[in-house]
């Protein structure tokens, strides 16, 4: 299935189409904060489009098929394809967006596109995977789910209890480290003591492997087969995906930890966007004609989106308590 999917070219133009969305819609999240529509703090996906994009092309929804996220998760909801408009209404949080404006940037969820919720919470996500995972196992449904998570949250205790509970109980649970090199203002090589998370995963008797988080197609090839192996068997996987951040842990982060020439080495080789784009044309021959007009049908949903979040209400002080459970 893998493999035949690559083999057409509307596909891989899918590829490309999703992961522009996801850069052109962090930029737009961008301009929205520096206007003070959007309060808080957001944390963008730019440069990682590739790894959401790659596995969650892989997921199906249609079999139960579920994703937990990261305080970084805007890629992921939208490549799961929940509705950008309710997804850009959320940020700036307007009753119209997808949790009602009451889960902003960090703590978006859509049940009905796969989504278990965004997390503010550095490793939050990876044992409410492992609880979806057991609800498979429990119920003998077929579905598998997926938790994103940084290299900071390798670090967190709570990932190792996830590790040993999903390997003792064979839980159909996929790990995806997206690992950017830096867990907040930290360089990992400072606290890792083995760099490779990987090996961290495979001492809890977890398949483990590694991918290049800058290469849509790899990601896409590797996490298909990952996936449904977790699907057959039941059993945990992990993938390792090896990316970079193009822009600060938050919008405003001085960004002083880091050298100017390791970040123009990412942007200017390793950008999954423009890498893919140039693969295209250079590569299958795709238009610029063709790729012009993807461009913008992209710019035009960003703009719609922007438009109608900002156009939306606030919700009503009256419905402060609805939804609470205690």
């Known amino acids: 299935m893998v493999k035949n999917n690559l083999q057409n070219i509307d596909f891989k133009l899918k590829l490309y189409k999703k992961m522009l969305l996801i850069r052109e819609f962090e930029n737009a999240a961008l301009s929205l904060y520096s206007k003070n529509l959007i309060r808080g703090s957001i944390h963008v996906y730019i440069g990682e489009e590739a790894i959401a994009v790659g596995i969650c092309s892989n997921i199906d929804i ?31 949080g307007r009753e119209t967006g997808l949790c009602k404006g009451r889960g902003g940037s960090m703590h978006i969820a859509d049940v009905d596109s796969g989504v278990y ?23 003998k449904k077929d579905f598998v789910s997926v938790t994103f998570f940084g290299d900071g949250a390798a670090n967190e205790g709570v990932l190792y209890e996830s590790f040993n509970l999903a390997s003792v109980w064979n839980l159909p649970v996929v790990f995806v480290c997206e690992n950017n090199l830096y867990a907040q203002t930290t360089p990992a090589k400072e606290t890792h003591s083995v760099l490779d998370v990987k ?29 449904e192996k977790a699907r057959k068997e039941k059993k945990p996987k992990f993938i390792e995906a090896k990316t970079y951040r193009f822009k600060g842990h938050w919008q405003g982060d001085p960004e002083i ?60 002080k009256d419905t402060l308590m609805d939804n609470i459970y205690a």
């Open 257 to 316: 930890y880091r050298e100017r020439d390791e970040l123009k080495y990412w942007m200017e080789n390793k950008d999954p966007v423009n890498n893919y784009k140039n693969k295209l044309i250079e590569n299958f021959k795709v238009s610029i004609e063709k790729m012009s007009k993807i461009e913008k049908e992209v710019k035009l949903e960003i703009e719609t989106a922007e438009r109608f979040a900002v156009e939306s209400k606030e919700p009503d």
């Open 117 to 139: 919720g965004a997390n503010g919470i550095v490793g939050a996500g990876i044992p409410i995977a492992c609880g979806l995972a057991l609800a498979s196992s429990y119920m």
């Open 62 to 92: 249609s079999k139960g098929d579920c994703i937990t996220s990261t305080h970084r998760g805007h890629g992921h909801v939208l490549a799961m394809g929940a509705d950008i408009n309710a997804m850009m209404a959320e940020l700036l």
């Open 199 to 227: 090996s961290r995963a495979s001492s809890f008797g977890i398949e483990s492997i590694e991918v290049d988080g800058n290469d849509v197609e790899e990601i896409y090839k590797i996490s298909g087969s990952v996936i």
